[in-house]
């Protein structure tokens, strides 16, 4: 698989800028008399889906070699998908260098949360600063819409690209506490960038 390269891809969305390109659309245009007679154009669809099964089916046979690599299938877990910084993944919590949270506990995250996944219960250390004394997300329950970032007034909590371990074969295993969610901040960084970018244009 190819890195992500942000010189060649959509700096909001990080899709390659050649598939963004408009595609021209045919306005008000009668249909040929092979497009009316309808089975023509069940074959040809028919054509184009046989010819991308068999290009797959034979790169799965016969694995491609070098960066002439013609099939779309990722031979995961061998190889590790490169995801754009747009993918909202699971849901972490940036830690300061010093190892605390960034979290002031102002629940807006847990007030915005249209699955009500996220619970906190705040706290104040001695020099009166507010913090989370317990941080719980529900990843049963989270539906990866993002809200909770967006509305972190600190860029405390952001989407990661972690999409690995999100299935458990018990509940309890998806209730995460804020030790399990807790990721340095370099760790985050290229999401941290992102959001600044696609929110700055926003006035609050």
């Not at 491609?64 to 699971?90: C, D, H, I, M, S």
């Not at 605390?100 to 996944?117: F, M, Q, R, S, Y």
Request: net charge positive; proline share 8%.
């Amino acid at each position: 698989m190819k890195d992500f390269d942000p010189t060649k891809n959509h700096p909001m969305v990080g899709v390659p800028l050649d598939k963004l390109k408009p595609k021209p659309v045919r306005k008000k245009l009668d249909l040929t008399l092979w497009e009316k007679l309808y089975v023509p154009e069940v074959l040809r669809g028919l054509g184009i889906t046989t010819k991308h099964f068999a290009s797959n089916m034979l790169g799965f046979v016969v694995p491609p070699k070098g960066k002439k690599r013609k099939v779309f299938t990722v031979y995961y877990p061998e190889e590790q998908v490169v995801l754009p910084p747009a993918y909202r993944g699971r849901p972490v919590l940036v830690m300061r260098p010093d190892g605390t949270e960034k979290c002031v506990a102002c629940g807006l995250c847990e007030k915005i949360c249209p699955a009500h996944a996220i619970s906190i219960v705040g706290a104040e250390r001695g020099d009166a600063e507010r913090y989370p004394e317990s941080y719980i997300l529900d990843m049963s329950r989270c539906v990866f819409c993002g809200y909770c970032e967006e509305v972190c007034p600190k860029e405390a909590i952001v989407m990661s690209s972690e999409y690995q371990g999100l299935a458990e074969k018990e509940r309890s295993q998806l209730l995460y506490s804020k030790e399990r969610l807790l990721r340095s901040e370099e760790s985050v960084r290229g999401r941290i960038e992102y959001i600044r970018r696609i929110y700055s244009k926003c006035n609050y």
